[in-house]
């Protein structure tokens, strides 16, 4: 597990106030996420909010539509008025592919999304990272190598130079066996854990202490796993929503790595942001970008 994370992230967040940018949709406000914001102003950075206004808070309104805050958002980033974004309740996808394709990136959809460590913690205190967590990528292993390299790297960050690896898949080993068959459903759960044990292989070799524990998220988080890589991104999207919204868990952080400086992706579904402030001006501070 990871310990000791939340101290290492607030000691670099509270080197110095940066200037950090959120994005906040009229049509998903509420009175808890102003407060977060607000906190978040007077605790952690220099907070600049584009879209649905918060007293207190510096702000720029750019109207009701998705687009248009989208637009401003970017424009503020791009004329370098802000160190840091945490994403708000801005819809991702627009808001990413626009950023991609101002910053210039030559990079794939994929690869540009994919990479993003997703750190969790549960009701009894296990810190670890999960994903990943899209709904669309990561079902490959390619992908998962990508999302685990991503989050090697960001743990690195905080000085977790040996993270321990789980691997999970969509069955157990007592169930998997590969025969010819017609059933698409099984050869998709076959495929997990193949996955599961190449990735594994893959790892061990590059040093790192790796484990495939089948279906078994528990056993690994038991088992004090520091990544732990899901059979596939829907999937992970689903545990961190079931985790979050039905388990009690806390969502802490979850940078975009592939992103050329500090920025903190967020659940639209989310009441509070303050958490993820203190994230992104430890990435800020910790010159871990740029």
């Given at each position: 597990m990871l310990k000791d994370f939340k101290e290492r992230v607030a000691k670099l967040a509270?080197?110095?106030?940066?200037?950090?940018?959120?994005?906040?949709?009229?049509?998903?406000?509420?009175?808890a996420i102003a407060e977060s914001v607000r906190r978040a102003h007077y605790e952690v950075a220099d907070v600049l909010v584009v879209g649905q206004p918060v007293d207190g808070v510096p702000s720029i309104e750019a109207g009701p539509e998705m687009p248009a805050?989208?637009?401003?958002?970017?424009?503020?980033i791009a004329n370098k008025q802000v160190e840091g974004v945490v994403r708000g309740n801005v819809e991702e996808h627009g808001f990413l592919l626009g950023l991609k394709s101002t910053l210039g990136q030559a990079i794939a959809e994929n690869e540009l999304r994919i990479q993003c460590p997703l750190v969790m913690e549960d009701v009894h205190g296990n810190i670890f990272v999960l994903g990943p967590g899209s709904t669309v990528w990561g079902r490959n292993d390619r992908e998962k190598i990508l999302w685990v390299d991503s989050c090697i790297t960001m743990l690195k960050w905080f000085g977790y130079d040996k993270p321990k690896l789980g691997f999970l898949t969509s069955t157990r080993k007592?169930?998997?066996?590969?025969?010819?068959?017609?059933?698409?459903d099984l050869l998709w759960s076959y495929k997990t854990?193949?996955?599961?044990?190449?990735?594994?292989?893959?790892?061990?070799?590059?040093?790192?202490?790796?484990?495939?524990?089948?279906?078994?998220?528990?056993?690994?988080i038991a088992d004090n796993c520091d990544i732990i890589c899901v059979a596939e991104g829907p999937i992970g999207n689903g545990m961190f929503r079931g985790a979050m919204f039905i388990g009690g868990a806390k969502y802490l952080a979850s940078p975009r790595m592939a992103v050329p400086?500090?920025?903190?992706?967020?659940?639209?579904?989310?009441?509070?942001?303050?958490a993820h402030f203190p994230f992104v001006a430890a990435m800020i501070n910790g010159k871990m970008k740029g």
């Amino acid at each position: 597990m990871l310990k000791d994370f939340k101290e290492r992230v607030a000691k670099l967040a509270a080197q110095r106030r940066p200037k950090v940018l959120i994005g906040l949709y009229q049509g998903r406000h509420s009175k808890a996420i102003a407060e977060s914001v607000r906190r978040a102003h007077y605790e952690v950075a220099d907070v600049l909010v584009v879209g649905q206004p918060v007293d207190g808070v510096p702000s720029i309104e750019a109207g009701p539509e998705m687009p248009a805050i989208h637009t401003k958002m970017i424009e503020v980033i791009a004329n370098k008025q802000v160190e840091g974004v945490v994403r708000g309740n801005v819809e991702e996808h627009g808001f990413l592919l626009g950023l991609k394709s101002t910053l210039g990136q030559a990079i794939a959809e994929n690869e540009l999304r994919i990479q993003c460590p997703l750190v969790m913690e549960d009701v009894h205190g296990n810190i670890f990272v999960l994903g990943p967590g899209s709904t669309v990528w990561g079902r490959n292993d390619r992908e998962k190598i990508l999302w685990v390299d991503s989050c090697i790297t960001m743990l690195k960050w905080f000085g977790y130079d040996k993270p321990k690896l789980g691997f999970l898949t969509s069955t157990r080993k007592a169930n998997y066996k590969r025969v010819e068959t017609d059933n698409p459903d099984l050869l998709w759960s076959y495929k997990t854990w193949e996955s599961a044990e190449f990735l594994v292989d893959y790892y061990n070799k590059k040093g790192y202490s790796s484990k495939n524990y089948e279906i078994h998220v528990e056993h690994a988080i038991a088992d004090n796993c520091d990544i732990i890589c899901v059979a596939e991104g829907p999937i992970g999207n689903g545990m961190f929503r079931g985790a979050m919204f039905i388990g009690g868990a806390k969502y802490l952080a979850s940078p975009r790595m592939a992103v050329p400086f500090p920025y903190e992706d967020t659940s639209q579904s989310e009441q509070d942001y303050y958490a993820h402030f203190p994230f992104v001006a430890a990435m800020i501070n910790g010159k871990m970008k740029g």
